[in-house]
């Protein structure tokens, strides 16, 4: 268990700036991700932690000491790759013994025919089947052990590379997209594993993602990446509720929030689409873009109105499209009961709460929003 | 080869369906068909390579000498002779020899140069290019120069030996060191080759072994070796062996131009022998012979190839 303090890390490559300053403060015994789209510089980051890769500038802690120039090896941090990373010409038992022999055993026992004869060898290799056995039993693969890994299913590999991780006690876990090879359902489901792991060896897990829902379902924190800059850090329901970046905003959720074109006035009122919101901003008069998720759009009635383009029927739930003037992409509604859904080129009429907004100014910061004198407004009637 | 004809020929379920509409004949119609279609490459192969094969074993039970009118069968008389010459069991111990040194050298360096030129990270293509120039040039003209290289007076290894103040030697008209300087020249040539192999192999390794390898502890370039580079190059390693392996066994160029297998037998080899045999004393049946052995060493070789392959894990 260990913390991870990271300070001002840059890195380029060839000139590209690949990391711009990134300072992250992991606390011991947490479950973080790094989240964002690919080529944000979350894996650059994590092979950083890893030592994998050397930072242009800036500095990593690992429980308060500097490891700049530490080997990957010595850092005591486990790793599981997104393509496993599995030796092929391995059995699945001597992959996950790998990092037990080359830390218990020394060069000379490693030799392949002389090592035998070195009489502690023997002791120490009852220890490592032991610890190897255990770790098997726990992710239940035992009966794969005598296996090669070209004869095991991507989601046995992936139990087996978890397994090399595991075997020795790390101080940290750092998981690069490894859930990115599997099936959609067995994603789901290791999702749900690999937090159990989290839960069960209390260590700290630095977990890296481009997929909003695996960071959002696992992680106790998660740390927003876009462009080589850490934008928004803090639990998943905060960041979902609170974006401060319409980027952190736009990425976080599926499916994606709503943004409409809108206005600042001078009076501080803000409007969307050219209708005034029961809402003023803390902000300079000028152009901005209120975000509302899809669960807060409120169908069949409503300042606004459009027209139903598109139905994406879950079973348990819907996403109505709604094309309106104004807006390039069509708005996207959640419906909880997809036995009532309108019928596709209907109009249809739409509003959302106050608190629903998320206001962002033409930069993408956002703009404090507060709900103006609370004049009660009858709800109009539905203009369907 | 053979067996993937075979394999064509007794061939059956995908064309099934689309071919013959009677069920009855319909079998029969499509093994015809494939064997039809097979007989065009089974005929150039029997023309081209299993007939000069039966021909060479056949001429090896006869007498015969090139151009002579006629011949006779003797069976196994020139295996007699053959066995009972001192000159090819020294022909054979000195291909043998050539051979166990040519072979792990070529390969060791071959692999070392790769794994220095993979490491480096710039002026790769001009090591490569320098180290495969004598793989292109022709070996004859190249055993001209080494000729010069190694000559006792003006050449240039022993005036470098000179400089250093320590005697030169006659390389190539000493029985003691003549097969040993063709061993290095085989060497020298075939380094080259078994490089661009081991660096395609080296190329085809995944990164993300090697990081994981560091991960695990392996800290030292000898443990990362040990466990990921040589296990990866299990396949190409097998492939330059026997590669190698069959090269050597043909060395026939540099004797010819460089010791004509002398001084006094001394770098003797089987091919050389052969020419010697076949070509300068017209003895055909005798060279037939010399020929049939070898080919059983290097069918031996492919053969364990093939064997080496099935234990070998291919990622």
């Keep these: 268990m260990a913390a991870i303090e990271l300070s001002a890390i840059r890195k380029s490559f060839d000139r590209t700036d690949v990391l711009k300053g990134i300072d992250l403060k992991i606390e011991p015994g947490e479950f973080i991700s790094l989240v964002g789209p690919s080529g944000c510089g979350k894996s650059t980051l994590l092979r950083i932690i890893a030592g994998l890769e050397t930072q242009t500038s800036g500095q990593v802690r690992i429980d308060g000491e500097a490891v700049d120039g530490v080997r990957p090896s010595a850092r005591n941090l486990a790793m599981v790759f997104q393509s496993y990373a599995l030796y092929p010409h391995l059995t699945v038992f001597d992959n996950i013994a790998v990092p037990l022999r080359m830390r218990r055993l020394s060069a000379a026992q490693r030799l392949p025919l002389l090592g035998r004869l070195i009489p502690s060898r023997h002791r120490t290799e009852r220890g490592i089947r032991e610890d190897v056995e255990r770790v098997a039993a726990l992710l239940e693969i035992s009966p794969l052990l005598s296996r090669k890994p070209g004869q095991l299913s991507g989601g046995q590999r992936q139990r087996v590379a978890v397994g090399r991780a595991i075997v020795r006690q790390p101080k940290a876990f750092l998981f690069d997209e490894p859930l990115s090879n599997l099936d959609a359902k067995l994603r789901v489901h290791m999702r749900a594993e690999i937090a159990q792991l989290h839960r069960r060896l209390k260590t700290t897990f630095v977990y890296v993602t481009h997929d909003q829902a695996e960071a959002m379902t696992m992680s106790g924190r998660i740390a927003v990446m876009i462009d080589g800059h850490l934008v928004q850090v803090g639990k998943p329901a905060d960041v979902y509720d609170n974006p401060r970046d319409i980027r952190v905003a736009e990425f976080v959720g599926s499916p994606k929030i709503n943004v409409l074109p809108g206005m600042v006035r001078a009076d501080r009122g803000v409007e969307a689409l050219g209708r005034p919101l029961e809402l003023s901003a803390a902000a300079a008069a000028g152009a901005c873009r209120i975000c509302v998720r899809p669960e807060r759009i409120e169908l069949g009635g409503g300042p606004f109105a459009g027209t139903v383009t598109h139905l994406e029927n879950m079973g348990a739930e819907a996403f109505v499209h709604v094309g309106c003037d104004g807006m390039v992409i069509p708005l996207v509604a959640r419906i909880d009961d997809p036995r009532r859904l309108p019928e596709i080129g209907a109009p249809i009429g739409f509003g959302f709460a106050a608190d629903a907004v998320r206001a962002f100014d033409a930069s993408g910061k956002r703009i404090e929003t507060t709900p103006r004198l609370r004049v009660i407004q009858p709800r109009e009637p539905a203009l369907v | ?315």
């Design chain 2, 1 to 315: 080869m053979s067996d993937m004809a075979i394999r064509i020929g007794a061939g059956d379920s995908p064309e099934q369906a689309a071919v013959g509409p009677r069920p009855r004949s319909h079998r029969a119609g499509t093994a015809l068909t494939a064997q039809a279609l097979v007989a065009p490459a089974a005929m150039l192969m029997l023309i081209i390579l299993l007939g000069p094969l039966a021909g060479v074993l056949a001429l090896s039970f006869t007498d015969y000498q090139l151009g002579a009118p006629s011949f006779s069968w003797i069976g196994l008389a020139n295996y007699r002779e053959m066995f009972a010459d001192k000159v090819f069991w020294i022909s054979l111990r000195n291909t043998l020899t050539y051979v166990v040194i040519v072979v792990p050298g070529s390969v060791a360096l071959g692999l070392g140069i790769a794994l220095l030129i993979q490491s480096g990270s710039s002026l790769r293509s001009w090591y490569r290019t320098i180290y495969f120039l004598p793989v292109m040039a022709t070996l004859i003209a190249m055993a001209i120069v080494w000729e010069f290289m190694l000559h006792p007076q003006f050449g240039l290894i022993n005036g470098l030996l000179r400089s250093f103040g320590m005697q030169g030697h006659s390389w190539l008209q000493d029985r003691n060191t003549a097969l040993y300087s063709l061993c290095a020249i085989g060497i020298w040539q075939a380094v080259g080759f078994n490089m661009v192999l081991f660096l395609a192999g080296l190329v085809s390794i995944p990164k993300p072994l090697y990081d994981a390898a560091e991960i695990d502890g392996a800290s030292g370039a000898w443990s990362r070796f040990r466990l990921v580079t040589w296990p990866m190059l299990g396949p190409v390693t097998a492939f330059v062996v026997v590669i190698s392996s069959i090269r050597s066994f043909q060395v026939f160029d540099t004797v010819q131009v460089l010791t004509k297998g002398g001084p006094s037998k001394s770098s003797e080899v089987l091919i050389y022998t052969m020419y010697t045999e076949g070509f300068e004393f017209f003895r055909s049946g005798y060279g037939a012979a010399l020929t049939v052995v070898f080919l059983v060493f290097v069918l031996a070789l492919t053969l364990l190839k093939a064997r080496l392959n099935r234990g070998v894990h291919y990622a």
